[in-house]
């Protein structure tokens, strides 16, 4: 049974084109999602929350990105650090429980993790994280593309701390919006994806105590509840939520082509065997997609050991979810016609939400450099 209602999916549809259009933060889709539930569904129900599984979630991920991805692909982030916390209690590190309890009690998580600059992205920070000797940190340095950040309670982030007689060590931790120490630049001004407001956020000694750290280890790939946990449910939720992008791109060229008709033929243009063939494309495309979402949510909650393999293979679900999602709504623009090239249609917002997928980790060549060392080991120089 789905957990969003229709009628809410439908309203929040019905002004996705307005957020894109001025380029603001989405507050009622966030207020309908709250009152929803939707920001305790993935917390399991000892925590307060709703209890969905990572597969479910999942596939209300695609549903509400089929309605509206900018707002889709923020929240995302909230679901992907519930996600962390249930991994962590999963695994036995009790520190997740503060994340669970949180959502339970409505706080909304924003994920500062990108650096401009920076492409190990988790394998290592630019941003300073500095010891206060009580075993908390406060954090300095820039990070970008932070989801939320009009609206965000708590801030996941990290940095490294470089001082401590063991460094270097990555340290992970939650902000608190209303402990100051951060400002936030108005400078989303983008393609696509303009409803997620993902400004950048300067940390000017945002602190977090000891029991809000949640991490502090050696800084690389790790299989540490940490590492796997934010690891795993980024690349599944973020190839959750393009799947609704290339979902919907098939939905809209089906519409559109039973309603045109071909002066030359006087005949719907759903009768052309071209673009018959065109839709039929994307439609298989997308199809194998969800198997391998729900496989591999299923898998990593039943917290299967495939040792570092993981890492390669969560990459792989992201990356061909985003792809099949771009080659999707591509092809519903060639069977749609030259009246998706307006701003106004909603197959062109959709064209320009989806090239985020290309940019956010893992990309095409990371992917493909991890399953090389998988297959094939380092390279000998």
């Not at 439908?10 to 957020?19: C, L, Q, T």
């Not at 989405?26 to 999602?33: A, G, I, K, T, V």
């Not at 929240?75 to 009790?94: F, S, T």
């Not at 439609?283 to 495939?306: K, T, Y």
């Amino acid at each position: 049974m789905a957990f969003l209602k229709d009628d809410l999916l439908e309203r929040i549809h019905s002004r996705a084109a307005k957020y894109d259009e001025e380029n603001t933060f989405p507050y009622e889709d966030y207020e309908e999602l709250k009152e929803a539930g939707y920001y305790r569904a993935f917390v399991p129900k000892e925590y307060g929350g709703e209890g969905l599984t990572l597969a479910e979630i999942a596939k209300e991920q695609t549903r509400l990105a089929k309605a509206a991805p900018g707002t889709a692909l923020g929240i995302n982030m909230h679901q992907i650090i519930v996600g962390l916390g249930r991994h962590m209690v999963a695994r036995g590190d009790m520190r997740g429980e503060q994340i669970l309890r949180g959502a339970a009690a409505g706080e909304l998580y924003g994920f500062g993790i990108s650096e401009p600059r920076n492409d190990k992205v988790l394998l290592g920070s630019l941003t300073e994280a500095r010891p206060d000797g009580k075993g908390g940190y406060s954090f300095y340095g820039q990070k970008v593309f932070t989801s939320l950040a009009p609206a965000w309670t708590k801030l996941m982030t990290f940095g490294e701390d470089s001082a401590s007689e063991d460094a270097p060590k990555s340290v992970f931790a939650i902000l608190d919006r209303e402990n100051g120490g951060f400002s936030i630049a108005d400078d989303w001004d983008t393609l696509g994806m303009k409803a997620t407001q993902s400004n950048s956020t300067l940390l000017e000694g945002a602190h977090a105590d000891e029991d809000a750290v949640l991490a502090r280890q050696d800084p690389g790939p790790s299989l540490s509840p940490v590492f796997l946990g934010i690891y795993g449910n980024f690349e599944i939720l973020l190839a959750a939520t393009y799947a609704g992008i290339g979902d919907r791109a098939v939905e809209i060229a089906v519409e559109t082509v039973k309603k045109r008709r071909s002066v030359m033929n006087d005949a719907p243009y759903s009768d052309d065997p071209d673009i018959r063939r065109i839709i039929a494309t994307a439609a298989v495309e997308m199809d194998g997609i969800h198997p391998h979402i729900e496989h591999i949510s299923n898998a990593f909650e039943a917290l299967e050991d495939r040792g570092f393999k993981w890492l390669p293979q969560l990459s792989a679900v992201k990356h061909r979810s985003a792809e099949a999602a771009l080659f999707s709504v591509q092809q519903a623009v060639r069977a749609s016609g030259g009246s998706s090239y307006y701003n106004s249609k909603e197959l062109s917002r959709l064209y320009r939400d989806v090239l985020a997928g290309l940019f956010q980790p893992s990309d095409a060549e990371s992917t493909y450099s991890g399953w090389a060392a998988m297959l094939l080991g380092p390279k000998s120089k």
